[in-house]
Structure formats: structure tokens, C-alpha cells
């Protein structure tokens, strides 16, 4: 076995993921946990996540004006973008993980 | 950036912080650095970040900052890209590598491993999927399964910033300013 000191980002990574499903903030918990999985939003929210996860590059300043005029705060703008680019970024990672295991036959 | 508390909303102290850093470093405070200090009870991914791109790993810190850049190119964040070439660049000490890397990843002057790892993490972030044919083509370069953790921690930590870059409206920065914001992240990395 290797006796190195290799780096590890899972704690640092489910910690993260706590913080901001979890923690102390102005978006519902519902909220923030469906920007997370992208899912079982409701609009505008739903498009507006959905287009952070999957094409964050054509985002708008209408975009955000639309979210404003729903009546959500700057803030929970805020958390409900950190959530859907977390989410969207660890299903991506959590799939890497899975095919490194399907290919060494390793957990 | 696109919303005002991002510019504007810091407590006290991370303001009169800002103020230092501007006279001192002659260069306004970058928006990645007032995003990753609003707040910081919430977000707060800079340990994560840090270790990803400077704890203990086979990649150099250069392969990692290229890694960075190579998934910001794939995302198009412009204010990503621009920092992690430049920080590669210095890393590496040679801007030529990291730009035929970013220009055609098949002909730039890599490692068969370092090439096989950016191809993986390219396909990774433009399609959300990979699977274990990709895993076992990166292994047969010569990269550890080690080092393919390693490098998808990068690219988790990026595609997580590339968005926020891109949905916050980062401004790019002027060439005086990434580089000397490429000098200090290698010098004092993102914590």
C-alpha cells in the first residue's frame, strides 16, 4: 500500500455540499436542495437553474431581473446559483468516480 | 458582476480589506476574490480548491493550473480562462505549451498522460458523462488511478467556478492584473 500523503477532496467536498443545502441562509431549504439535484423546481426558478447547470455561459442580466421580479432576494440568487453549480458539478463528479470503478473494479 | 451584493456587500472589515489590497497591489480587487469572500459562512470552497490544486499529488502544480484553464476553455469562461493560462503559464514557465494545449490538444507538446487526462476531463465537462472505456484509456498512458482522482478534483472545482464566473458576469481582467493575480496564486494559493 502507498504510504504517501494523498490528497482526499471528499471531506472537504461533503462539507461543502452541507454548508450550502444546509446552512444558515435566506433561500428555502427546499429551494436550495432542488437548484442542487435540478429538479422539482418551479418556474422561474426551474429554467433559470437549469440553464446555470447546463449552459451557465448564456446567462443574462434579464435573467436575473426575471428571478428579481419573482421576488427573491439578491441573497437567495446567490444561494440558489452556488447550489445549482455545486449539484451540477458533483453529478459530474460522482459519474467520474463511478466509471474509475467500473474500470479498476475498485470502490 | 450581476448582483450589486457581490461589489458591494462585505462586512466592514473585508471592505477596509479590499481598500488595502487595491492600494497596495495598485490592481482592483478581482471579482473571484470578492465572490470567495462574501459570505464565507456559505460558499466558502477555497479549502477545497486549495487542496485540489496545491495538496499532495503526482500532477505538478503547473499539469493542475493547465487542467483549470482546460476546463474553463471547455466552459468558455473567459475570466477563468485568462487566469489559470497565465498562472500555467508562469507555472510551467512557458506560455507556448499552455497555449497549444488550449489550442489543439492533440498536436501541443504534453505528456501522452497529461494529453489523455485533458482529453478525459474535456469529454467529462462538455458532456456531464464519461465512462469506464474513457477511465481505461487515461490508464493505459501511464496516469495512476491516483491521479485521475486528483485531476477530477480539479475539474469538479472549476466547474463549480466557471459557473459562477459565468453567471456572476466576472469581469476579465487587464494583462497587468492576471498576471500579477497568477503570481500570487502560486505564491499563496486560493485560501
Same mark, same amino acid.
Given at each position: 500500500?502507498d504510504?504517501?500523503?494523498?490528497?482526499?477532496? /471528499?471531506?472537504?467536498?461533503?462539507?461543502l455540499?452541507?454548508?450550502?443545502?444546509?446552512?444558515?441562509?435566506? %433561500?428555502?431549504?427546499?429551494?436550495?436542495?432542488?437548484?442542487?439535484?435540478?429538479?422539482?423546481?418551479?418556474?422561474?426558478v426551474?429554467?433559470?437553474v437549469?440553464?446555470?447547470?447546463h449552459?451557465?455561459? /448564456?446567462v443574462?442580466?434579464?435573467?436575473?431581473s426575471t428571478?428579481r421580479?419573482?421576488g427573491l432576494s439578491?441573497?437567495?440568487?446567490?444561494?440558489?446559483?452556488?447550489?445549482?453549480?455545486?449539484g451540477? %458539478?458533483?453529478?459530474?463528479?460522482?459519474?467520474?468516480? %463511478?466509471?474509475?470503478?467500473?474500470? /479498476?473494479?475498485?470502490? | 458582476?450581476?448582483?450589486?451584493?457581490?461589489?458591494?456587500g462585505?462586512?466592514? *472589515?473585508?471592505k477596509?480589506?479590499?481598500?488595502?489590497?487595491?492600494?497596495?497591489?495598485g490592481h482592483?480587487?478581482v471579482?473571484a476574490?470578492k465572490?470567495?469572500?462574501?459570505?464565507p459562512?456559505?460558499?466558502? @470552497?477555497?479549502g477545497?480548491?486549495q487542496?485540489?490544486?496545491?495538496?499532495? &499529488? =503526482?500532477w &505538478?502544480?503547473? =499539469?493542475?493550473e493547465?487542467?483549470?484553464a482546460?476546463?474553463?476553455?471547455?466552459n468558455?469562461?473567459e475570466f477563468?480562462?485568462a @487566469?489559470?493560462?497565465?498562472? +500555467? &503559464?508562469l @507555472?510551467? #514557465?512557458?506560455?507556448?505549451?499552455v &497555449?497549444?494545449?488550449l489550442?489543439?490538444?492533440?498536436?501541443?507538446?504534453?505528456?501522452?498522460?497529461l494529453?489523455?487526462?485533458?482529453?478525459?476531463?474535456?469529454?467529462?465537462?462538455r458532456e456531464?458523462?464519461i465512462d469506464?472505456?474513457?477511465?481505461?484509456r487515461?490508464?493505459?498512458?501511464?496516469?495512476?488511478?491516483?491521479?485521475? *482522482? =486528483? +485531476?477530477?478534483a480539479?475539474?469538479?472545482?472549476? #466547474?463549480v467556478?466557471?459557473?459562477?464566473?459565468?453567471v456572476?458576469?466576472? +469581469?476579465v481582467? =487587464?494583462?497587468?492584473?492576471?498576471?500579477?493575480g497568477?503570481? $500570487?496564486l502560486?505564491?499563496?494559493? $486560493?485560501?
Amino acid at each position: 500500500m502507498d504510504a504517501r500523503i494523498l490528497s482526499d477532496i /471528499t471531506s472537504l467536498h461533503n462539507a461543502l455540499v452541507a454548508r450550502v443545502l444546509e446552512g444558515e441562509g435566506w %433561500a428555502s431549504s427546499e429551494i436550495r436542495r432542488g437548484a442542487f439535484a435540478n429538479d422539482g423546481l418551479a418556474e422561474p426558478v426551474r429554467t433559470f437553474v437549469d440553464k446555470v447547470a447546463h449552459r451557465a455561459k /448564456t446567462v443574462t442580466d434579464a435573467d436575473i431581473s426575471t428571478l428579481r421580479k419573482a421576488g427573491l432576494s439578491e441573497d437567495e440568487v446567490y444561494e440558489i446559483v452556488v447550489c445549482a453549480a455545486i449539484g451540477q %458539478a458533483t453529478r459530474q463528479y460522482q459519474n467520474a468516480l %463511478a466509471a474509475l470503478s467500473a474500470a /479498476t473494479g475498485r470502490t | 458582476m450581476r448582483l450589486a451584493i457581490l461589489d458591494h456587500g462585505h462586512g466592514i *472589515r473585508t471592505k477596509a480589506m479590499f481598500i488595502l489590497i487595491r492600494v497596495f497591489s495598485g490592481h482592483p480587487v478581482v471579482d473571484a476574490v470578492k465572490l470567495a469572500l462574501y459570505r464565507p459562512s456559505f460558499y466558502r @470552497a477555497g479549502g477545497l480548491t486549495q487542496e485540489a490544486m496545491r495538496g499532495p &499529488s =503526482d500532477w &505538478s502544480v503547473a =499539469d493542475r493550473e493547465l487542467m483549470a484553464a482546460y476546463v474553463s476553455k471547455i466552459n468558455e469562461t473567459e475570466f477563468c480562462v485568462a @487566469a489559470h493560462t497565465a498562472t +500555467a &503559464s508562469l @507555472a510551467f #514557465n512557458d506560455g507556448a505549451k499552455v &497555449s497549444a494545449a488550449l489550442a489543439d490538444l492533440d498536436s501541443a507538446p504534453l505528456t501522452e498522460a497529461l494529453r489523455a487526462t485533458l482529453r478525459m476531463l474535456g469529454k467529462l465537462t462538455r458532456e456531464n458523462n464519461i465512462d469506464a472505456a474513457d477511465i481505461r484509456r487515461v490508464l493505459a498512458s501511464g496516469v495512476s488511478e491516483h491521479q485521475i *482522482r =486528483d +485531476a477530477l478534483a480539479v475539474a469538479f472545482a472549476f #466547474n463549480v467556478t466557471d459557473r459562477l464566473a459565468d453567471v456572476f458576469g466576472f +469581469a476579465v481582467d =487587464d494583462p497587468a492584473a492576471i498576471n500579477a493575480g497568477a503570481k $500570487y496564486l502560486l505564491a499563496r494559493g $486560493y485560501r
